[in-house]
């Protein structure tokens, strides 16, 4: 017992003793430590006193100074116009004073309760817009406006987008009346030959920026950009009628057609008769006559192939006026896709626009449509004056045939140019039917394609 009492009081003893010596160590590096950060403070000092022999004092750190933002001068509306003419204010906002105060007097009421953006004038919310509609920079819209930021810019275009968007009407493709009209404009162009027709329909690639979902590669086309397969269908004076931009660029033109609502109006809706020209990228369908396929075809059929196309280029006429009248086409558009979609039906009826008012200065108001309204002196005082001023050579000459001699009904034809009964005639071969009965019509009415009347002349007379 005694042993054990002395071992254990012999341990106790050498770990009192090994923790004064571990605490005797942690004063010295303390110590060391205190001297170590006392020796590097001095030698700042020291370095500090040799750069600046004026103070011995440490310059203290200034605060970082905030950006000053500078106030910009917000535009004034009535001096710019009365700076630009008719002539300039057109090629900047490609439409007419007139139009332009048409357009303000419209939006201003659906503009009246936005939250964001009352500050800015409604005059120079639609001056951003068609400025960059028409081709301009985002940021030299931003200094000429006198707007703040690009945000404020993007939530004035999206507020004068939806009200434009309200405003702006489609022309009915549902009602007879429209058919009727847009009928005799093509017949007219095909001599009474083709009628029945009630649009060209093609697409058009809207170049956009890669986009952010998850199928964004669907978007790259097959001529290596992204853009969105645009479906339009116009009549005789290159007005859209109708337009659906919801499929990704790479989707063909005939599949982009039959995911859409004009589809099923066409094939369930629209009365026999009535049919829409197109290309051969759409398969021969119920009342989309295409033209016939195959080189060194019959002249019958070479001559039908060269009228169908003098009325399906008016949508390729169509397209190439729009791009060339809104510049933002000719770059990527960096939007939201929805919104995309809205610019372009926008772009588009403001395009309708345009031509109705040259129809209303240079043609006849029965060839206006009834989606836009009024202003009919003005305009055409407006254009008048743009022509004399600044187009050389005589004035447009106005088609003066009346409407009466070239019908603006259905076409209609038998079914004996299919074999078989009604009810096994499949959509194929009732387009066929339609189609060759166009053919036989346009035979009957003596048009010929222009290259085979005078190859047919040079052999008379050689002859």
């Given at each position: 017992?005694?042993?054990?009492?002395?071992?254990?009081?012999?341990?106790?003893?050498?770990?009192?003793?090994?923790?004064?010596?571990?605490?005797?160590?942690?004063?010295?590096?303390?110590?060391?430590?205190?001297?170590?950060?006392?020796?590097?403070?001095?030698?700042?000092?020291?370095?500090?006193?040799?750069?600046?022999?004026?103070?011995?004092?440490?310059?203290?750190?200034?605060?970082?100074?905030?950006?000053?933002?500078?106030?910009?001068c917000r535009m004034n509306w009535e001096d710019r116009m009365q700076n630009l003419t008719n002539y300039e204010f057109r090629r900047r906002y490609k439409v007419t004073k007139a139009r332009f105060t048409w357009l303000c007097t419209k939006i201003k009421p659906l503009l009246e309760d936005t939250y964001r953006g009352t500050n800015i004038p409604v005059e120079l919310k639609l001056s951003m817009?068609?400025?960059?509609?028409?081709?301009?920079?985002?940021?030299?819209?931003?200094?000429?406006?006198?707007?703040?930021?690009?945000?404020?810019?993007?939530?004035?275009?999206?507020?004068?987008?939806?009200?434009?968007?309200?405003?702006?009407?489609?022309?009915?493709?549902?009602?007879?009346?429209?058919?009727?009209?847009?009928?005799?404009?093509?017949?007219?162009?095909?001599?009474?030959?083709?009628?029945?027709?009630?649009?060209?329909?093609?697409?058009?690639?809207?170049?956009?920026?890669?986009?952010?979902?998850?199928?964004?590669?669907?978007?790259?086309?097959?001529?290596?950009?992204?853009?969105?397969?645009?479906?339009?269908?116009?009549?005789?004076?290159?007005?859209?009628?109708?337009?659906?931009?919801?499929?990704?660029?790479?989707?063909?033109?005939?599949?982009?057609?039959?995911?859409?609502?004009?589809?099923?109006?066409?094939?369930?809706?629209?009365?026999?008769?009535?049919?829409?020209?197109?290309?051969?990228?759409?398969?021969?369908?119920?009342?989309?006559?295409?033209?016939y396929p195959g080189q060194k075809l019959a002249d019958d059929k070479d001559s039908f192939n060269n009228w169908l196309s003098n009325s399906r280029i008016r949508i390729e006429n169509a397209f190439g006026m729009l791009v060339m009248r809104f510049g933002c086409l000719w770059r990527p558009l960096c939007l939201p896709l929805q919104m995309t979609t809205q610019l372009v039906g926008v772009m588009?009826?403001?395009?309708?626009?345009?031509?109705?008012?040259?129809?209303?200065?240079?043609?006849?108001?029965?060839?206006?449509?009834?989606?836009?309204?009024?202003?009919?002196?003005?305009?055409?005082?407006?254009?008048?004056?743009?022509?004399?001023?600044?187009?050389?050579?005589?004035?447009?000459?106005?088609?003066?045939?009346?409407?009466?001699?070239?019908?603006?009904?259905?076409?209609?034809?038998?079914?004996?140019?299919?074999?078989?009964?009604?009810?096994?005639?499949?959509?194929?071969?009732?387009?066929?039917?339609?189609?060759?009965?166009?053919?036989?019509?346009?035979?009957?009415?003596?048009?010929?394609?222009?290259?085979?009347?005078?190859?047919?002349?040079?052999?008379?007379?050689?002859?």
């Amino acid at each position: 017992i005694g042993v054990k009492l002395f071992v254990s009081q012999h341990n106790c003893h050498l770990n009192l003793l090994n923790l004064e010596i571990i605490m005797m160590q942690h004063r010295k590096h303390k110590l060391f430590d205190e001297e170590y950060n006392q020796l590097r403070k001095e030698r700042r000092l020291n370095v500090l006193k040799q750069l600046n022999n004026d103070s011995l004092e440490v310059r203290e750190r200034k605060p970082r100074l905030k950006a000053h933002r500078i106030n910009k001068c917000r535009m004034n509306w009535e001096d710019r116009m009365q700076n630009l003419t008719n002539y300039e204010f057109r090629r900047r906002y490609k439409v007419t004073k007139a139009r332009f105060t048409w357009l303000c007097t419209k939006i201003k009421p659906l503009l009246e309760d936005t939250y964001r953006g009352t500050n800015i004038p409604v005059e120079l919310k639609l001056s951003m817009t068609l400025r960059y509609m028409a081709g301009g920079h985002i940021l030299d819209i931003i200094d000429m406006h006198g707007v703040r930021s690009e945000t404020s810019f993007y939530t004035c275009l999206t507020q004068v987008l939806w009200a434009l968007d309200i405003v702006l009407k489609w022309p009915d493709i549902r009602s007879p009346k429209v058919w009727k009209q847009v009928s005799l404009g093509f017949s007219r162009r095909s001599q009474g030959a083709f009628h029945g027709c009630i649009g060209a329909i093609d697409g058009i690639q809207i170049k956009i920026h890669k986009p952010t979902t998850d199928n964004a590669g669907a978007y790259m086309n097959r001529k290596h950009f992204f853009a969105i397969n645009t479906q339009a269908l116009c009549d005789s004076h290159c007005r859209f009628l109708w337009f659906n931009a919801s499929t990704a660029g790479s989707t063909h033109d005939n599949l982009a057609y039959e995911a859409t609502a004009l589809k099923t109006f066409v094939d369930e809706k629209l009365p026999d008769g009535w049919w829409i020209v197109g290309d051969d990228a759409y398969s021969s369908q119920d009342k989309i006559v295409t033209p016939y396929p195959g080189q060194k075809l019959a002249d019958d059929k070479d001559s039908f192939n060269n009228w169908l196309s003098n009325s399906r280029i008016r949508i390729e006429n169509a397209f190439g006026m729009l791009v060339m009248r809104f510049g933002c086409l000719w770059r990527p558009l960096c939007l939201p896709l929805q919104m995309t979609t809205q610019l372009v039906g926008v772009m588009m009826k403001l395009h309708n626009v345009c031509v109705d008012d040259y129809l209303r200065a240079y043609g006849s108001d029965s060839e206006v449509m009834d989606s836009t309204m009024g202003l009919t002196e003005e305009v055409r005082d407006t254009y008048h004056n743009f022509r004399a001023t600044h187009v050389d050579g005589a004035s447009v000459t106005v088609n003066e045939t009346p409407y009466t001699e070239c019908p603006d009904g259905p076409f209609v034809y038998t079914t004996s140019f299919v074999l078989g009964p009604a009810e096994a005639i499949t959509r194929k071969e009732k387009t066929e039917a339609l189609r060759d009965a166009l053919m036989i019509k346009l035979k009957q009415s003596g048009l010929i394609r222009p290259v085979t009347a005078m190859a047919r002349s040079r052999a008379s007379n050689t002859k």
